[in-house]
C-alpha cells in the first residue's frame, strides 16, 4: 500500500516546489503593505485583513468582478455552442473535407496568443482595419473609420470574439471526438421511431457526452476567467478602466500603481473563485462516475 505514494512522492515535490512556494508568498503579501518603499527595503508592514476590507469596500472591485462573471458566461456559452455545432458538422462530412476542417482548427490552436491579438487588432482598426473597409462598403457607413474601442462594449465585442475564436478549436475536436464514441445502433433506431436531429442529440448524444461537456465547461471557465493578455496586447499595454477584468486589475494595481499586498490580495480572489470552479468540478465528475 506504501508503493503508490512513494512513486507520486516526486511529482508531488516538484509541485509543491513549482506552485506552492508562489502561493505561499501571494498569500503572505496580502496581508501586508507592501509598496514601492517596502519593495526597497525588502519588507513588507503586517497590517491583517485590511487589503480584502479595502477591496471588498471597493466599488470598483465589485464593477470588475461582475464585468469578469459576465465576459467569462458569455464567451464559455459561445465557445461551448460554436464548438458543438462545428463538431456536430464534422461528424456529417466527409472525409477531404473533415480533414480540411480539422487542419484549419488545429491551426487557429496552434497560433500563439500575441500573434492572434495583433492580427485582430489589424482587423479592426479604425484607419486601415479590413473589418471596417468590408462593413463600409457593404453599405454600413457607420463603420467607416469606427474606432471599436471607443464604446467599451464594442471593444469587448472584439476581444470575446478574439477570446471565443481561439478556444473554439479545442471543444470542437474533444467534442468530435467524444461524438466517434456515440454508439450508432442508438441514433439509427431513434431516427427509424421518428426523433428529429435535435431530439437525438437531446436524449441520446447529450446524457452520453456530458462528462466531456463538463470538463470543457469547466476548463474554459477557469481559462476565461483569468483573461489579461488578449486586453493587455489590444490597448497597447495601456487598458483604461472600463477594461478591466480581474487579471488586468490585479496586474494594474500590483505594477502600475505599485501597491504588490492589495494586488495580491486581489489575485488571491481569483485563485479563490478558481478553487470553487475546480471543486465545483470534481464534485460533478465524481457524481458521474458514481452513476456510471
Do not use: C
Request: glycine share 6%; charged share 10%; aromatic share 14%.
Amino acid at each position: 500500500m506504501v508503493a503508490p505514494y512513494v512513486l507520486l512522492a516526486p511529482a508531488l515535490v516538484v509541485i509543491v516546489a513549482v506552485l506552492g512556494y508562489p502561493l505561499y508568498q501571494l498569500v503572505a503579501l496580502s496581508f501586508q503593505k507592501y509598496g514601492l518603499f517596502e519593495l526597497i527595503a525588502h519588507k513588507g508592514q503586517w497590517i491583517g485583513v485590511d487589503n480584502y476590507s479595502q477591496i471588498l469596500h471597493d466599488r470598483e472591485f465589485w464593477t470588475v468582478l461582475v464585468r469578469t462573471v459576465g465576459f467569462t458566461a458569455f464567451t464559455v456559452g459561445s465557445t461551448m455552442v460554436l464548438g458543438t455545432l462545428i463538431a456536430l458538422l464534422l461528424a456529417q462530412l466527409g472525409g477531404f473535407m473533415r480533414l480540411l476542417i480539422t487542419t484549419g482548427l488545429v491551426l487557429v490552436w496552434a497560433m500563439p496568443p500575441v500573434v492572434a491579438v495583433n492580427i485582430w487588432n489589424w482587423m479592426v482598426d479604425y484607419e486601415f482595419g479590413v473589418a471596417n473597409w468590408a462593413l463600409a462598403h457593404l453599405g454600413l457607413s457607420y463603420f467607416d473609420h469606427h474606432d471599436w474601442f471607443v464604446n467599451p462594449w464594442e471593444g469587448f465585442a472584439v476581444i470575446a470574439a478574439i477570446v471565443v475564436w481561439g478556444a473554439i478549436p479545442f471543444v470542437a475536436i474533444t467534442v468530435y471526438a467524444g461524438l466517434t464514441q456515440v454508439p450508432r445502433e442508438l441514433v439509427e433506431a431513434a431516427s427509424i421511431d421518428g426523433s428529429n436531429a435535435f431530439r437525438i442529440f437531446r436524449d441520446i448524444t447529450l446524457p452520453i457526452l456530458k462528462p466531456i461537456f463538463v470538463i470543457l465547461t469547466s476548463l474554459s471557465v477557469i481559462w476565461n476567467f483569468q483573461v489579461f493578455s488578449h486586453i493587455w496586447i489590444i490597448r497597447n499595454a495601456r487598458p483604461e478602466s472600463e477594461y478591466f477584468l480581474m487579471g488586468v486589475y490585479s496586474f494594474v494595481t500590483s505594477f502600475s500603481v505599485s501597491n504588490y499586498g492589495l494586488g495580491s490580495a486581489i489575485a488571491l480572489v481569483m485563485v479563490l473563485v478558481m478553487l470553487t470552479v475546480t471543486f465545483v468540478y470534481i464534485r460533478q465528475m465524481v457524481r458521474i462516475g458514481e452513476i456510471d
